[in-house]
């Protein structure tokens, strides 16, 4: 979705391409990231639940105001928006990511003592 919006910004693709690129992966990762909460909560990682939940919650907003999906013909007038959305959204991931690898290595390496 970054890179898209980085070659809308460069001109290198059309508003409506890459709208229509962004808007294809938008709820999928939406009911991804609610599953993988869902399975935080459900396996009892509380911590990892509750880093999770905020970005489930935010989804969830952005979903009831129709805030969701990007507009082929307001693309331009939030181009910064929209960047700045998606980098936090790339950051929380990153970090949820290496906060479960590393809760994953500790507890194999618990296992092992």
Not at 26 to 35: H, N, R, S, Y
């Amino acid at each position: 979705q970054l890179m898209c919006l980085a070659d809308l910004e460069f001109d290198y693709i059309n508003p409506f391409d890459s709208s229509s690129r962004i808007n294809k992966v938008v709820m999928p990762e939406f009911i991804v990231q609610a599953l993988l909460s869902a399975l935080f909560l459900l396996s009892g990682h509380w911590a990892m639940f509750l880093l999770s939940a905020p970005m489930v919650y935010y989804n969830y907003t952005l979903y009831e105001r129709r805030q969701h999906l990007v507009d082929v013909t307001e693309i331009f007038n939030h181009l910064s928006r929209e960047k700045k959305r998606r980098l936090f959204k790339i950051a929380a991931l990153i970090v949820l990511l290496f906060l479960s690898l590393f809760w994953m290595i500790w507890s194999v390496l618990e296992e092992h003592e």
